[in-house]
């Protein structure tokens, strides 16, 4: 069993900078892939970020070269740093833990990007 909780989520300005946060705990942190996904209103949720143990990442390509994903596996937390922020950004966050076939979610963040 895994729990996770975000944060770092608010209201931005376009162009400007957010840094979400998302602690584990639970399990064998190291073992899970770790990803950010977000859920615009009337929308389906999509994948944005995701991070294997070991340095590997993935990203969406609406996202790649702004956010930049990274964990620390001593302190059992996963972070997204979100640069160059658009309103299309805009959208609840989620930090997801993934192995074989264990999925867990966290709560969600809200990003709110608008001048």
């Known amino acids: 069993q895994v729990q996770l909780v975000e944060s770092g989520g608010g209201l931005v300005q376009p162009g400007g900078s957010l840094r979400l946060s998302c602690a584990a705990s639970g399990s064998i942190f190291r073992l899970y892939v770790m990803g950010w996904y977000r859920q615009a209103p009337g929308k389906q949720r999509e994948l944005v970020a995701t991070?294997?143990?070991?340095?590997?990442?993935n990203y969406a390509d609406s996202v790649k070269g702004r956010f930049t994903i990274s964990r620390d596996n001593a302190k059992n937390a996963v972070y997204l740093q979100m640069n160059s922020l658009k309103p299309e950004d805009t959208a609840v966050y989620y930090c997801?833990?993934?192995?074989?076939?264990?999925?867990?979610w966290g709560q969600g963040t809200q990003v709110t990007v608008s001048s």
């Open positions: 997801n833990a993934n192995r074989f076939t264990q999925t867990y």
């Open positions: 991070s294997i143990s070991g340095g590997r990442t």
